[in-house]
C-alpha cells in the first residue's frame, strides 16, 4: 500500500463536526438504551465480587451492601438531576465547563477529559482480562492459548480490528448479550442461594471467621466504610447512561429525560440485587484461596460457581457469554472515546484535523492500551484503582456541579452531603490505589500538551464560519461604485468625528490615496479568546462623513482576515486594510495573540489570508506602516 494509499484509508471517514451535514442519531425504547449501557455496567460482575472479596475478605457482603446503598441514595438520584440538565448527552463536563469562564473552563474539561480517558482505557484493557481470565481457565481451552497476557492483548488486538473495518454499535446485539449473561447469572446465582440453604453449616462458618476478625458490628460498620472506596468501581454505569441520552426516545425532550431516569433507576436496582447476592454466594462458597492470583476464581468468581454445579458443559457457556460482553464492554468503552474526544477538542480548536477520523484515533487509543495492559501485566486486581479513579472522579465533578447548579435551594444540603461522599470515596481510592492518578495524569499532561500545540498550529486558520452582514453594513460595502474599499482598524471605543478625521487624513497622506477613495474604519471587539471559531456579526454605523463597521469576535486578526474575503467575494474588487506596526516584544505578541486573541494583527491578518486565499489575484491586501 502506497504512502497516499494509506492516508486516504486511515483519513476515509474524515467529516465534520457533528451536525453540520448529519443525520440524527436513530432513537430506540430505553430499556433496550439500558443493553447499551449494561454491557459495561453489568458486565461488572464478571470481576466485581473477586475484585470484592480481596478487599474485604469475608466482610465483602456487607462492604458491596455499602456500595448498593450509595448507588441507590447518591449516585442515582446525582444522576437523575444530572440526565435534567443535559438531555443531549453532554453530562456533568459541559455542565462544569459552564461555570467556569474562558480558559479556566477549557483547561479543567481537559483535565476531566484525561480522567474520563482513563476510565474508557481501563475499561477496554481490565475486561480484555477478565475475558482473558475467564477464556484460559475454561477445561478446553488449549494450552498454547492458555497466557494471560497473550489472550488479552489478543483480544485487545480483535477489538481494534474491529474498529478500523468499521464498527456501528448495535443495540440489538447488546440486548441479546446483556438478557442471556444476566439470565446466566441468575441461574447461577440461584443455585448458589439453594446450595447454601441445604448447608446452612456454611454460613456458620462464614459468622465464626466473620466475628473472629471483627469483634462487633459497630467495627464492622467502620471498616466497610472504610473499604468502599475499593470497590468503587461498581459505579461504571452512571457517565455512560447519560452519554447515550440522545438515543433514547421521547416525544420531547421531558419525555427523553423521563425515559433516561428510568433507564438509571432500573440498571441500579437490577445491578443492586446482583451485587448482594453474588457477593453474598461467592463469599460463602469459594474457598478464599481460590481468589488469590492466578486462582480459579480470580477475576471470575461466578463462573468459577457455574462450572462447579453445572459442569464444564453450562460453565463453558457462561464463559463464552461473558468474554462477549466484556468484548463488548470494550467495544463501548472505545466508542464513547471516538465521540467523547471529538465532542469537545475540534470545538476548542484542540486537536489536529486527523482527530475527526476514527482509525487514527483508533490507533492511537489501541497503542496506548497494549502499553497499559504491559504495565500491568494483564490483571485484572491491579487495574481495579485505576479504573475506579476515573469513575470515581468523573462522579465526583458531576455532584459538584449538581450541587453548585442548587446552591440557592434547600436541595443544596442533600447533594452537598452526597459530594462529600464522592469526595471521601475518591480520595481514599487515590490514596489507598495512587496508580490510577498516576495513570490518569500521563492522560491529562497528554491531552494538555497535545491540545496546545494543535491549539498554536491551528492558531492562523481562517477560523471563522461565516459573516452576517446588519442593513446598514451590507448598504456601506455595496455603495463603493465599483471601487476597492478602504479599510482602517481602530480600537473599539466611542467614535469622535474629529478623531475619525484626523486618522482618515494621516492614512491618506502616509499611503498617497486619492480623496475619492472609500475609507471605512473597521472595529472588532475581542470575546472569550478561548473559543475557537464563531460566526462574525458586523453592524454598521454613519458617524458625519465616516463610515463605522463594528464587530465582535474571540480572535481579532482571523476575524479582520475573513471579513475582508467576505469583502472581495461580495463586492468583486479586492480590499486593503492599513495597519501601523505594533509595539511591544513580537514573542510576547505571539502569546497575546494565541491566549488572549490580540497582538501584533497586521501580519497575523495576512498570514491567515495568504493560507485561506492561495489566488494572490483575490487576496486582500494589506498595508503596513
Known amino acids: 500500500m502506497t504512502k497516499t494509499a494509506l492516508s486516504d484509508w ?127 481457565h475454561n477445561p478446553f481451552t488449549p494450552k498454547w492459548l492458555s497466557g494471560q497476557m497473550l489472550v488479552t492483548l489478543l483480544l485487545l488486538g480483535i477489538l481494534g480490528v474491529i474498529f478500523l473495518k468499521g464498527f456501528k454499535e448495535a443495540i440489538g446485539i447488546a440486548v441479546v448479550l446483556v438478557g442471556s449473561y444476566l439470565a446466566l447469572n441468575a441461574i447461577v446465582t440461584v443455585r448458589s442461594i439453594i446450595e447454601v440453604v441445604h448447608h446452612r453449616e456454611l454460613i456458620a462458618h462464614w459468622k465464626t471467621a466473620l466475628f473472629a476478625q471483627h469483634p462487633n458490628w459497630l467495627a464492622m460498620v467502620g471498616v466497610c466504610l472504610l473499604l468502599f472506596p475499593r470497590l468503587a468501581l461498581g459505579l461504571s454505569g452512571f457517565e455512560t447512561g447519560v452519554a447515550v441520552m440522545p438515543l433514547i426516545s421521547g416525544a420531547n425532550l421531558d419525555a427523553r429525560i423521563r425515559n433516561t431516569r428510568k433507564l438509571l433507576a432500573t440498571a441500579a436496582a437490577i445491578m443492586s440485587v446482583f ?102 501485566h494483564a490483571n485484572v486486581d491491579a487495574q481495579g484503582g485505576a479504573y475506579a479513579t476515573g469513575v470515581l472522579v ?110 482618515d487624513k494621516l492614512v491618506r497622506a502616509m499611503n498617497h490615496l486619492p480623496p475619492e477613495a472609500k475609507i471605512v474604519f473597521l472595529e472588532v471587539e475581542r470575546t472569550d479568546a478561548s473559543e475557537f471559531d464563531q460566526q462574525l456579526s458586523v453592524e454598521g454605523e454613519r458617524i458625519a462623513n465616516h463610515c463605522v463597521l463594528r464587530a465582535s469576535s474571540p480572535i481579532v486578526a482571523n476575524s479582520i482576515a475573513a471579513f475582508l474575503i467576505h469583502v472581495e467575494q461580495i463586492t468583486g474588487q479586492v480590499p486593503h486594510i492599513y495597519f501601523k506596526w505594533k509595539e511591544g516584544n513580537p514573542v510576547a505578541n505571539i502569546f497575546r495573540f494565541l491566549f488572549l486573541g490580540e497582538g501584533d494583527a497586521a501580519p497575523l491578518t495576512h498570514e491567515v489570508l495568504r493560507k485561506a486565499v492561495p489566488d494572490i489575484s483575490h487576496r486582500p491586501i494589506v498595508h503596513v506602516s
Open 394 to 503: 468523573l462522579i465526583t465533578s458531576g455532584a459538584c456541579a449538581v450541587t453548585l447548579s442548587v446552591w440557592k435551594t434547600r436541595k443544596r444540603w442533600i447533594y452537598g452531603i452526597i459530594t462529600l461522599i464522592f469526595v471521601y470515596t475518591t480520595g481514599m481510592n487515590i490514596w489507598e490505589r495512587p496508580e490510577g492518578l498516576k495513570i490518569s495524569c500521563f492522560f491529562i499532561a497528554s491531552i494538555l500538551f497535545v491540545s496546545f500545540f494543535s491549539r498554536a498550529t491551528r492558531a492562523t486558520e481562517l477560523r471563522i464560519t461565516g459573516v452576517n452582514l446588519s442593513p446598514e453594513a451590507a448598504d456601506i460595502l455595496t455603495s463603493v461604485n465599483d471601487q476597492a474599499v478602504r479599510f482602517i482598524p481602530k480600537k473599539p471605543k466611542t467614535a469622535d468625528p474629529k478623531d475619525l478625521d484626523r486618522i
Open 10 to 136: 486511515l483519513l476515509a471517514d474524515l467529516k465534520l463536526p457533528k451536525g453540520v451535514h448529519s443525520k440524527p442519531e436513530p432513537e430506540h425504547p430505553w430499556w433496550r438504551v439500558m443493553c447499551l449501557t449494561g454491557v459495561d455496567y453489568f458486565s461488572t460482575l464478571g470481576y466485581q465480587p473477586g475484585i470484592a472479596f480481596l478487599a474485604a475478605n469475608v466482610l465483602s457482603p456487607f462492604a458491596t451492601l455499602v456500595l448498593v446503598l450509595v448507588t441507590l441514595f447518591a449516585a442515582l438520584p446525582l444522576y437523575q438531576r444530572v440526565a435534567k440538565a443535559s438531555p443531549n448527552g453532554q453530562g456533568s463536563i459541559a455542565m462544569l465547563e459552564k461555570l467556569f469562564p474562558e480558559w479556566g473552563g477549557k483547561i479543567f474539561v481537559l483535565v476531566l477529559l484525561g480522567f474520563a480517558t482513563t476510565d474508557f482505557i481501563i475499561t477496554m484493557t481490565l475486561s480484555a482480562a477478565d475475558g482473558a481470565a475467564h477464556f484460559i
Open 275 to 376: 451485587l448482594i447476592a453474588t457477593s453474598f454466594v461467592t463469599t460463602i462458597l469459594i474457598p478464599a484461596a481460590a481468589f488469590a492470583d492466578n486462582g480459579e476464581a480470580n477475576g471470575r468468581a461466578m463462573a468459577y460457581l457455574a462450572h462447579q454445579y453445572f459442569g464444564s458443559a453450562f460453565g463453558s457457556i457462561y464463559d463464552i457469554s461473558t468474554i462477549l460482553i466484556l468484548a463488548f464492554a470494550g467495544a463501548s468503552a472505545m466508542a464513547g472515546l471516538l465521540n467523547l474526544i471529538p465532542r469537545y477538542l475540534p470545538r476548542f480548536g484542540m486537536a489536529p484535523e486527523w482527530a475527526r477520523a476514527s482509525r487514527p484515533l483508533v490507533l492511537v487509543f489501541m497503542a496506548v492500551a497494549f502499553i497499559v495492559t504491559l504495565a500491568f
